[in-house]
């Protein structure tokens, strides 16, 4: 049961690192909350669903097309509201997200009303049973794609030139200037990378969870606290917090009440930062 | 006192002004609706100048004041139903709680800086949702309802027509726009202002910064429960997903910073002009599902990309900054 639980956890956390990576990139390099992750997840879903309904492809197939279709969404959303909101103050840049968020939840309600809907057939379906543990395969791949594409993200920031460029915007943005780095380059291309991976995440929530345009909500809000559990401007830190809040999150949901996820997480996050105000990883 | 209308007498001008025209302006209407935004403009100034406390003049941005909101809303509710207390009394009573819990909450809180401090008092607001939206006693998801057990009457603050509603809380709005004009030029504002500059050389030159911190938390916090316990009273229906989602934490900071963050009349100026957008949009596109929302949202985009230091940026005339020479300065002191 407490091995079951623990998969369960980390299955959900996967999903919550994706999202709170995405955040964690851009309060790292341009130092914004981003409240409108959670809605790029949202339409990362849809459009996974209407690329299975319209055209067949089984979600896992759809990942690259709606990567690259978020990472446009990304930087169109980047060059015409966030490039100009850096230059005011940074709660006007939080705000700005927020509505858009709003905008973005309301317009997608506006096309696609608010009905539930699920993907009916996916390749990977059937569960494996180990005795101790029954895995289903939705469930699955999720978990592997998460890792996947952690993995992919670490070699890009760590290995090429174009990552190590964004991390150094985060580190100084003026000695970066000087070295001759374009960092509006490095803004955009991060909030690209943010949304594509908020993207790759609704594609793989889609193969088990339901799809509605308010989803991305409770997402953003265990992604944020995620985030600010890991510590500012750590990826890695992100990570870990994703995976420990899904944990939290099925574990306080079979042993008490669903209903108390929320105070189970908000109370280990207390927890965390009572002791560490800036998070388990932050510097 | 001579002096204080002297150096004043700009503000005293306007404000007089202003509340002539708030007075008078309901005698020339008369249908319900516009009457009904200027109750909510009411509502949302008192939340905007209690948030103003913390997060403008101290610069600790919070994003759950909701929480206070809730719990000065459900005192009211629940006193009238349960107890059939009169909302005079709970209102205070709701202020003391959220004052209480301000302070307990202020310590470890109130360590936290930046966005962590936001998303700190975010989770801690939502966790407060949740305890609500679970606890029988408070009516849990369905909520409060106290409409039929009251009579209406001074005791109850309940009217049938909209016009006392609208005296009251303009009257509550002056109390705390003359409060907050009071602590804009006292030692306590300029204390929290050298918090929100810098903290640590705040710290630094004896200011006491985690006292003034908490003081000025637990008076947004008693201010915005101020608010909850009014609003709870017009609607006379309450529940969590009215009074606390995280949407109305986020419209208390909007209705500051569009109207002028750190300012004395920048949260009316807000409110006005964010409840007048709010409901008019809403009545006006309702028909289709989101689309007010849609509208609502892309017009606070629009405002806050170009005014970023609020509407208040647009009636000040620009002051040149620049540094005074000795000799100037010397001039000056003279």
């Given at each position: 049961?407490?091995?079951?639980?623990?998969?369960?956890?980390?299955?959900?956390?996967?999903?919550?690192?994706?999202?709170?990576?995405?955040?964690?990139?851009?309060?790292?390099?341009?130092?914004?909350?981003?409240?409108?992750?959670?809605?790029?997840?949202?339409?990362?879903?849809?459009?996974?669903?209407?690329?299975?309904?319209?055209?067949?492809?089984?979600?896992?197939?759809?990942?690259?097309?709606?990567?690259?279709?978020?990472?446009?969404?990304?930087?169109?959303?980047?060059?015409?509201?966030?490039?100009?909101?850096?230059?005011?103050?940074?709660?006007?840049?939080?705000?700005?997200?927020?509505?858009?968020?709003?905008?973005?939840?309301?317009?997608?309600?506006?096309?696609?009303?608010?009905?539930?809907?699920?993907?009916?057939?996916?390749?990977?379906?059937?569960?494996?049973?180990?005795?101790?543990?029954?895995?289903?395969?939705?469930?699955?791949?999720?978990?592997?794609?998460?890792?996947?594409?952690?993995?992919?993200?670490?070699?890009?920031?760590?290995?090429?030139?174009?990552?190590?460029?964004?991390?150094?915007?985060?580190?100084?943005?003026?000695?970066?200037?000087?070295?001759?780095?374009?960092?509006?380059?490095?803004?955009?291309?991060?909030?690209?990378?943010?949304?594509?991976?908020?993207?790759?995440?609704?594609?793989?929530?889609?193969?088990?969870?339901?799809?509605?345009?308010?989803?991305?909500?409770?997402?953003?809000?265990?992604?944020?606290?995620?985030?600010?559990?890991?510590?500012?401007?750590?990826?890695?830190?992100?990570?870990?917090?994703?995976?420990?809040?899904?944990?939290?999150?099925?574990?306080?949901?079979?042993?008490?009440?669903?209903?108390?996820?929320?105070?189970?997480?908000?109370?280990?996050?207390?927890?965390?930062?009572?002791?560490?105000?800036?998070?388990?990883?932050?510097? | 006192?001579?002096?204080?209308?002297?150096?004043?007498?700009?503000?005293?001008?306007?404000?007089?002004?202003?509340?002539?025209?708030?007075?008078?302006?309901?005698?020339?209407?008369?249908?319900?609706?516009?009457?009904?935004?200027?109750?909510?403009?009411?509502?949302?100034?008192?939340?905007?100048?209690?948030?103003?406390?913390?997060?403008?003049?101290?610069?600790?941005?919070?994003?759950?004041?909701?929480?206070?909101?809730?719990?000065?809303?459900?005192?009211?509710?629940?006193?009238?139903?349960?107890?059939?207390?009169?909302?005079?009394?709970?209102?205070?009573?709701?202020?003391?709680?959220?004052?209480?819990?301000?302070?307990?909450?202020?310590a470890p809180l109130l360590r936290l800086k930046g966005h962590y401090f936001a998303l700190a008092t975010m989770a801690i607001a939502e966790c407060g949702r949740i305890i609500f939206l679970n606890w029988?006693?408070?009516?849990?998801?369905?909520?409060?309802?106290?409409?039929?057990?009251?009579?209406?009457?001074?005791?109850?603050?309940?009217?049938?027509?909209?016009?006392?509603?609208?005296?009251?809380?303009?009257?509550?709005?002056?109390?705390?726009?003359?409060?907050?004009?009071?602590?804009?030029?006292?030692?306590?504002?300029?204390?929290?202002?050298?918090?929100?500059?810098?903290?640590?050389?705040?710290?630094?030159?004896?200011?006491?910064?985690?006292?003034?911190?908490?003081?000025?938390?637990?008076?947004?916090?008693?201010?915005?429960?101020?608010?909850?316990?009014?609003?709870?009273?017009?609607?006379?229906?309450?529940?969590?997903?009215?009074?606390?989602?995280?949407?109305?934490?986020?419209?208390?900071?909007?209705?500051?910073?569009?109207?002028?963050?750190?300012?004395?009349?920048?949260?009316?100026?807000?409110?006005?002009?964010?409840?007048?957008?709010?409901?008019?949009?809403?009545?006006?596109?309702?028909?289709?599902?989101?689309?007010?929302?849609?509208?609502?949202?892309?017009?606070?985009?629009?405002?806050?990309?170009?005014?970023?230091?609020?509407?208040?940026?647009?009636?000040?005339?620009?002051?040149?900054?620049?540094?005074?020479?000795?000799?100037?300065?010397?001039?000056?002191?003279?």
């Amino acid at each position: 049961m407490i091995i079951q639980c623990i998969f369960e956890g980390i299955v959900i956390g996967s999903i919550l690192a994706l999202i709170s990576m995405g955040i964690a990139l851009i309060w790292g390099v341009m130092n914004v909350l981003s409240f409108s992750q959670g809605e790029f997840l949202m339409i990362g879903m849809y459009l996974t669903f209407f690329f299975n309904k319209n055209l067949g492809l089984d979600p896992i197939i759809s990942i690259p097309f709606t990567a690259v279709i978020m990472f446009a969404l990304g930087v169109l959303v980047y060059k015409t509201l966030i490039r100009k909101a850096l230059k005011g103050p940074i709660l006007s840049q939080r705000l700005i997200t927020f509505a858009l968020s709003m905008v973005l939840v309301n317009g997608m309600l506006m096309l696609v009303t608010s009905e539930f809907r699920t993907i009916p057939k996916v390749i990977f379906t059937g569960t494996v049973d180990f005795g101790f543990l029954v895995i289903s395969k939705e469930k699955l791949v999720p978990l592997m794609v998460s890792v996947l594409v952690t993995g992919a993200l670490f070699l890009f920031m760590n290995k090429t030139n174009i990552g190590k460029a964004i991390r150094a915007t985060s580190l100084n943005k003026d000695a970066e200037e000087l070295v001759g780095i374009d960092t509006e380059f490095s803004y955009m291309l991060a909030f690209g990378i943010a949304s594509a991976i908020a993207g790759t995440a609704g594609c793989v929530l889609s193969y088990y969870y339901y799809i509605t345009p308010t989803v991305g909500t409770s997402f953003l809000l265990f992604g944020l606290i995620a985030v600010a559990l890991g510590g500012f401007g750590s990826i890695f830190g992100a990570y870990i917090g994703g995976l420990l809040m899904g944990i939290v999150d099925v574990f306080a949901g079979v042993y008490f009440n669903t209903a108390f996820k929320y105070v189970a997480v908000c109370a280990l996050f207390m927890l965390v930062v009572s002791f560490r105000p800036k998070g388990l990883f932050g510097k | 006192m001579k002096n204080y209308i002297e150096a004043n007498s700009h503000f005293i001008i306007k404000f007089l002004a202003s509340l002539l025209v708030a007075i008078l302006l309901p005698l020339f209407i008369k249908t319900p609706f516009p009457l009904h935004v200027m109750i909510l403009i009411c509502i949302w100034a008192i939340m905007g100048m209690g948030w103003n406390f913390i997060g403008g003049y101290a610069g600790q941005v919070s994003n759950g004041h909701a929480l206070f909101y809730g719990i000065g809303a459900y005192a009211c509710g629940i006193g009238m139903k349960n107890f059939n207390a009169s909302p005079w009394i709970t209102m205070w009573v709701g202020v003391i709680i959220s004052i209480g819990v301000a302070f307990v909450l202020g310590a470890p809180l109130l360590r936290l800086k930046g966005h962590y401090f936001a998303l700190a008092t975010m989770a801690i607001a939502e966790c407060g949702r949740i305890i609500f939206l679970n606890w029988n006693y408070v009516g849990g998801a369905t909520g409060v309802d106290f409409l039929n057990k009251a009579e209406p009457g001074w005791y109850t603050l309940q009217f049938t027509s909209k016009y006392p509603y609208y005296y009251i809380f303009l009257t509550f709005v002056v109390l705390i726009l003359l409060l907050t004009k009071g602590l804009d030029k006292s030692k306590f504002g300029y204390y929290l202002r050298a918090i929100k500059a810098n903290e640590d050389s705040a710290q630094s030159v004896g200011i006491n910064t985690s006292r003034y911190k908490l003081l000025a938390f637990m008076l947004s916090a008693g201010v915005v429960s101020l608010a909850g316990s009014l609003y709870a009273n017009y609607l006379q229906y309450i529940d969590p997903s009215i009074v606390m989602p995280l949407n109305v934490s986020m419209m208390i900071c909007l209705v500051t910073v569009m109207g002028g963050i750190g300012t004395v009349i920048g949260p009316v100026i807000g409110a006005i002009v964010l409840t007048v957008i709010s409901e008019y949009t809403r009545a006006t596109f309702s028909s289709i599902s989101g689309f007010d929302l849609f509208i609502y949202g892309a017009l606070i985009i629009i405002i806050v990309l170009f005014l970023p230091n609020g509407l208040i940026s647009l009636f000040r005339r620009k002051q040149k900054i620049r540094i005074l020479t000795p000799l100037e300065m010397e001039e000056r002191m003279r």
